[in-house]
């Protein structure tokens, strides 16, 4: 499908966005036919989150008109709310100055996603426009690796010393200039600026002004270390249900905070990426080229047609069988579908435990155990199925018990593959939402065609 009819599919998922699929329409037709100023109107009513949307809903040349005729409104947020490669799209024409406008005004880990689609030249030229202040700690977020807690962190926090009173914090916050527009929790620091508790915000509004903040702190906070990945800080802030959390640097010393919203994109961004790299896509494949779709996917299908070969090589074995039983070739399809789809079933669900830290080895056996029992049950109850269907197809009892046969044997081993599989690549250090699901497609295949084919050659003939 060519990038012009991209805007058509979306519209009616628009809706739930918060764009009306008339609102789409209207603001397309007003571009197609140069109505400026209807366009600005339409589009500086949206919430930026849905200006984002509308770019993302667009093709490559109304995404670029779009641009032309807002560019010099849009707003920071709405940058910020764009995905790539749209972001990096709007970002290239933007320029310079425009860009060094909005990460002045973004907060710091926004600011570092607008930047980092931007090349090192790109970067230095937009830094130079900005202020001191604003630039040198963009600079450093810059040169934390991707998805590490350094890169989401936020540099604005509220830290006191345990020794200060109420009355002083409330003072502080009331002069202080440089805060966060948003925060929950007073954090409490040493004098060597570790964090050793935290205040939240409801509960220091409630205590009277000459209490000491070292009488109200929650003591041992969850602290993340600079370098850590965002998966795990995102795992602990569900799993402590945190509102926000101190960043420490190699030296314990707290450097920054991470707030639960930047979590919340990371936890959906993770699930997402998952589910996209057991099917071979990439999230953003709605907004790329055909060109670099076709080349993205191409990889991953051409995997999928070695492991296909190597099944066609199985049944290749017993070509004599089949020509010999022809009903062979008519049900051996029926194995290994069977045995592909309870595979997949186990699998999504280990992936998923696998991601969110709920398969451990402190449980992986019972899990295993678990997943073989289901594949015998099923197995047995589905091979009584299809033995008493083929049964009934072609009057031989014994091509029914040998399909039987064959069920329950694969779906115990797709039962198994579908969670040793991910748990084998992930203690390999390889993500197991990448390739597990070839690997899994592969097993219940070979061993679906091997076990049918290998029992009609040796009953049937």
Request: glycine share 6%; no cysteine.
């Amino acid at each position: 499908m060519s990038d012009a009819m991209q805007v058509e599919a979306p519209e009616e998922q628009a809706e739930a966005r918060g764009l009306t699929p008339d609102l789409v329409r209207e603001i397309r037709i007003a571009l197609d036919e140069s109505r400026n100023d209807d366009v600005r109107i339409s589009f500086g009513e949206l919430h930026a989150a849905d200006q984002a949307d509308l770019f993302e809903l667009f093709d490559r040349e109304r995404r670029n008109l779009l641009l032309e005729v807002v560019g010099q409104d849009l707003s920071p947020d709405t940058i910020a709310e764009l995905e790539e490669p749209v972001r990096d799209a709007v970002v290239e024409m933007l320029g310079p100055e425009k860009l060094a406008e909005a990460v002045s005004e973004l907060d710091e880990d926004d600011a570092v996603y607008v930047l980092d689609a931007l090349s090192e030249e790109q970067q230095k030229a937009v830094l130079e426009l900005v202020s001191e202040d604003i630039r040198r700690p963009l600079v450093e977020g810059l040169s934390f690796a991707e998805d590490t807690a350094g890169r989401l962190m936020q540099r604005d926090f509220v830290a006191v010393p345990a020794f200060w009173s109420m009355g002083q914090v409330i003072d502080h916050l009331r002069e202080a200039e440089n805060l966060p527009d948003h925060f929950y929790s007073i954090y409490v620091i040493d004098p060597s600026f570790k964090p050793i508790g935290w205040v939240p915000l409801d509960r220091a509004m409630r205590t009277k002004r000459p209490i000491q903040v070292g009488e109200i702190m929650d003591e041992d906070p969850v602290t993340f270390s600079v370098g850590m990945d965002v998966e795990h800080v995102a795992y602990q802030v569900r799993q402590y249900d945190l509102t926000s959390a101190p960043v420490v640097d190699d030296n314990g010393r707290m450097i920054g905070v991470i707030m639960v919203d930047d979590v919340m994109d990371v936890v959906e961004e993770e699930a997402e990426e998952d589910l996209f790299q057991i099917s071979g896509v990439k999230e953003d494949d709605l907004n790329q080229s055909i060109t670099r779709t076709t080349r993205s996917r191409f990889t991953w299908l051409a995997l999928n047609l070695l492991t296909a070969i190597l099944a066609s090589v199985v049944i290749g074995f017993f070509d004599a069988t089949i020509e010999q039983v022809v009903a062979l070739a008519v049900l051996m399809p029926i194995v290994a579908s069977m045995g592909g789809n309870a595979g997949t079933q186990t699998l999504a669900i280990a992936v998923r435990a696998l991601g969110t830290k709920d398969l451990t080895s402190s449980n992986m056996l019972r899990q295993v155990v678990k997943e073989l029992a289901v594949g015998v049950f099923n197995g047995i109850a589905f091979a009584i199925l299809i033995g008493v269907a083929t049964l009934l197809w072609f009057q031989d009892p014994l091509l029914g018990g040998v399909i039987a046969v064959a069920m329950v044997v694969n779906m115990i081993v797709a039962g198994l593959a579908g969670i040793l599989i991910p748990i084998g690549l992930d203690r390999a250090g390889v993500d197991p939402a990448v390739s597990s699901a070839v690997f899994l497609t592969t097993v219940t295949d070979i061993v679906g065609f091997f076990v049918f084919l290998g029992l009609g050659a040796w009953l049937l003939l």
